[in-house]
């Protein structure tokens, strides 16, 4: 089970652009403000490997995103790492020397790009209207899931097949309802062979949910409070805890 978090929200303009420390009911910590006012951060946050340092994504006044190298030991210090292009908004996820993003074009559709260190993202798979939950990628069947907000159906958790090149080959929809809240965040835990995402309420509190769509189980685990809708979700921590079906 996973006990620490990163995540981002927002400031008093409402810009994505708070580090803050999830560790239980009742035990969030402001860490500081990130990069400049005008930058928001909602393009999501990966590890990079080191315990110290992470990767996010930030996007500008313009749209334009970039990838910013983290530490926050002490304030918070960012580093520029690349420019990425523009509109990346949604998610953040790595599988292994790959990185995965999601992109909204000015359609209001999503894309997925993918890239390595020292290569520009390139378009792998368009996903369509509604996908900016959060995107993951699960170690134990090497795909990538992501959520989508539908107008009519609600919120549902899409499963993304990758090839031997970790190219998307498909994508569907998993027989797993998520209810009528938004959500941000989407990451997997794969000591607990769990999900865990932000569930917000509109005009309202935001939640830290674990849930397995496999035995179709979900649960809040606690509130975090507001201003957290869009945020990204980054574990930090875990430990073993065994649940009995």
Not at 52 to 66: N, P, Q, Y
Not at 94 to 103: E, I, K, N, P, S
Not at 162 to 174: E, I, M, N, W, Y
Not at 216 to 228: K, S, T, V
């Amino acid at each position: 089970m996973i006990t620490e978090f990163l995540s981002i929200s927002v400031d008093p303009l409402g810009l994505s652009r708070r580090l803050v420390r999830i560790g239980g009911p009742g035990r969030t910590e402001d860490l500081g403000p990130l990069g400049v006012h005008s930058t928001s951060f909602e393009g999501g946050m990966v590890s990079s490997g080191s315990p110290d340092r992470h990767l996010l994504i930030g996007s500008d006044a313009e749209e334009r995103s970039t990838l910013y190298s983290l530490r926050y030991a002490g304030a918070p210090r960012l580093d520029r790492v690349a420019d990425l292009g523009n509109r990346f908004y949604g998610g953040f996820t790595r599988a292994g020397c790959d990185f995965y993003a999601l992109v909204l074009t000015p359609e209001g559709e999503s894309i997925v790009k993918c890239w390595q260190e020292g290569t520009a993202p390139e378009i792998v798979a368009s996903l369509g209207e509604g996908f900016g939950g959060g995107i993951a990628y699960q170690e134990l069947d090497g795909c990538l899931y992501v959520i989508i907000h539908r107008l009519y159906s609600g919120p549902r958790l899409c499963q993304i097949r990758l090839d031997a090149d970790g190219h998307p080959q498909s994508v569907k929809d998993l027989p797993f309802s998520l209810g009528q809240s938004r959500y941000s965040g989407l990451c997997f835990d794969p000591g607990g062979n769990c999900f865990y995402a932000i569930r917000s309420v509109p005009y309202g509190q935001s939640f830290l949910v674990q849930f397995d769509p496999r035995r179709r189980w979900m649960q809040d685990l606690f509130a975090i409070g507001e201003g957290y809708a869009g945020a990204a979700l980054l574990p930090l921590q875990s430990r073993l805890m065994l649940r009995v079906a």
